[in-house]
């Protein structure tokens, strides 16, 4: 298995796979998730809730601030997933696949710095040079103690 000094696992030869199941990833860096991005994804979605896009509301709301919505500490995977990314030599394409299991366990308040770590718990050859990958995703907060979620996030990629 190749690492570069970050620790991103890059590219594995097919002879390797199984070895890959267990392996944890280092963390990602840090990503500060500022308002700026929250309204923008409100922008995107439609999702205009006080609790993200009102910080003189949400003040008085539950948080005490306004929050990321769950569905962009969510989409963030696909940033941190540059830094544990493990490729089979020769991949071409590589595809979301799906999730068996999400949950938000504490919310992303405005200017929170986050990261996360995987662990490959499966990897199969569905059809010869189709792969999927099972990871358990994991999304910290700086200084909280629950996550912010948890998923089983299912990728695949092709020869």
Same mark, same amino acid.
Request: aromatic share 10%.
């Given at each position: ?13 097919? +002879?390797?796979?199984? +070895?890959?199941?267990? !392996? ?11 308002? !700026? ?14 609790? !993200? ?23 963030? #995977? ?10 089979? +030599? ?20 405005? +200017? ?23 990871? !358990? ?21 092709? #020869?």
């Amino acid at each position: 298995m190749q690492e570069n000094s970050s620790g991103r696992v890059r590219i594995i030869k097919r +002879d390797e796979i199984a +070895d890959i199941v267990g !392996h944890q990833s280092k963390a990602s860096e840090w990503f500060t998730v500022t308002q !700026h991005q929250i309204n923008q994804f409100a922008d995107c979605t439609l999702d205009r809730q006080f609790i !993200h896009v009102d910080p003189e509301e949400a003040k008085n709301g539950p948080f005490g601030t306004t929050i990321a919505h769950g569905f962009l500490t969510l989409s963030m #995977l696909t940033h941190f997933i540059s830094f544990f990314s493990i490729v089979i +030599d020769g991949v071409h394409t590589q595809v979301n696949y799906g999730f068996d299991k999400i949950r938000f366990l504490t919310p992303v308040k405005v +200017d929170s710095r986050v990261r996360a770590h995987a662990t490959y718990t499966a990897i199969e050859e569905k059809t010869p040079g189709q792969f999927i990958l099972h990871m !358990h995703v994991t999304v910290e907060i700086e200084g909280e103690v629950k996550p912010a979620l948890i998923a089983e996030w299912i990728t695949m990629q092709m #020869l």
